[in-house]
Nanobody, 123 residues
């Protein structure tokens, strides 16, 4: 079992940057493919980015391509997402998730979830 703790959210102006972190418990972290999802008020949870267990493959939603970068440090049991050129529409609660069933953009493929960290982008 993996426990995930999201952090790094906050208030930022449009065009600014934030780096989210997701710290995992357990030495099995490196076996899991990881992803970030987000949920804006009144909207469904949506896929943002994913990274394979080794870090060798990444997968981004079209809405964040070229702006967000997902990475991981298995030695530190942590996955990151660097968010640049933030837009108003990036405002949401961001969740990291872990999957033992392969990298995917589908939320139902992920077994464990963080508690979420709120990102607010202002004009």
């Amino acid at each position: 079992q993996v426990q995930l703790v999201d952090s790094g959210g906050g208030l930022v102006q449009a065009g600014g940057s934030l780096r989210l972190s997701c710290a995992a418990s357990g030495r099995t972290f490196s076996r899991y493919d990881m992803a970030w999802f987000r949920q804006a008020p009144g909207k469904e949870r949506e896929f943002v980015a994913a990274i394979s267990w080794s870090g060798g493959s990444t997968y981004d939603a079209d809405s964040v391509k070229g702006r967000f970068t997902v990475s991981r440090d298995n030695a530190k049991y942590t996955v990151y997402m660097q968010m640049n050129s933030l837009k108003l529409e990036d405002t949401a609660v961001y969740y990291c998730a872990a999957s033992s069933r392969g990298i995917s953009n589908k939320a139902n493929r992920y077994d464990y979830w963080g508690q979420g960290t709120k990102v607010t982008v202002s004009s």
